[in-house]
């Protein structure tokens, strides 16, 4: 079913299935993702939620029912009173030495402030849903039933997007840039270069910590290099230049992987990859007549100073 969900979802939300390596040596590229652990994480927030969700609509339900039940119960001595007339006889009033007395009255158990406050919050309501038209209710109890259908079609959908989105992050890491991509309905991809990279830092939690995972955080220095790439967005918990390796089960490796890379990157100098060529150009001298005459000249120079050496 699993399987079913996700050929559907993926093209209707034009999805591609595997980001791009960002720029690098060929064959430099190594591929990381989130631990499973990380996933069972994310399968405890969903059901968490879902639970809420079901907690909520039998609340709903059994309120639904006491509301009904008190209005029919406040109603029934109305109609009583309304179809019965009051009678003209007066009443006999039995003589004074055959009455019987009246019993001792019965302390009523005392009640907290807090019931108290809920019993008049209750017949306040049932007055308030006494007014309504009889069809109220059953409509009511129609909504709730479209509620728990609307619940239990929903149930395999959430727990597709859940999965799906733990399946769709991918860390991608050459020896010249990184790539991070995450997302389902709203795609997140980082791309940062090694040129800008300021510090890598491994964050870690407690419930991480029970689990085994980690969070990578890389942090650049301005986000020069990193905004050049292909559609930079970062989360809403993230800084405005970093990029983080959520949930991975081996962060220590993936820290000193991007270290090392890093120090390789600044000794051989390469600069940064997205920068462009013709500023390069323009540090050059101007190749033209004058230039190749005047290298011609010297040449020429050195040449006649060696044959009077010899």
């Known amino acids: 079913m699993f399987e079913r969900l996700r050929n559907l979802v993926l093209p209707l939300l034009k999805v591609p299935h595997e980001p791009t390596p960002p720029a690098g040596a060929p064959g430099s590229a190594r591929v990381f993702r989130a631990g499973h652990n990380f996933y069972k994480l994310r399968l405890l927030g969903w059901g968490i939620g879902q639970v809420g969700a079901l907690a909520g609509i039998v609340f709903s339900l059994v309120m639904l029912d006491r509301l009904q039940v008190g209005v029919e119960t406040a109603r029934q001595p109305a109609a009583k009173s309304a179809a019965t007339a009051p009678t003209t006889t007066p009443a ?45 209710f059953p409509l009511l109890k129609l909504v709730e039933l479209g509620g728990i259908l609307l619940y239990l079609l929903q149930l395999p959908v959430t727990y597709a997007l859940a999965r799906l989105d733990y399946e769709l992050r991918w860390y991608i890491v050459t020896d010249r840039s990184l790539r991070i991509r995450s997302g389902l309905t709203k795609i997140q991809e980082t791309t940062m270069s090694f040129a800008n990279v300021q510090q890598v830092v491994v964050n870690q939690g407690p419930l991480q910590r029970l689990l085994g995972i980690a969070d990578v955080k890389v942090q650049s220095a301005g986000g020069g290099g990193g905004g050049g790439g292909e559609g930079q967005h970062t989360g809403a918990g993230d800084s405005l230049h970093a990029g983080v390796f959520h949930g991975v089960d081996n962060a220590t490796e993936i820290r000193d992987l991007i270290l090392e890379r890093l120090r390789r990157f600044r000794e051989t100098g390469l600069g940064d990859p997205d920068e462009t060529r013709p500023q390069l150009h323009a540090m050059m001298p101007p190749a033209g007549p004058s230039a190749a005459l005047a290298a011609a000249r010297e040449v020429l120079a050195e040449a006649r100073a060696l044959r009077r050496l010899v």
């Open 92 to 136: 006999v009033v039995p003589p004074a030495s055959t009455a019987a007395p009246n019993p001792p009255p019965v302390a009523a158990p005392a009640k907290s402030l807090e019931r108290i406050r809920i019993e008049r919050a209750q017949a306040k309501a049932e007055q308030f849903a006494a007014r309504w038209p009889d069809w109220v």
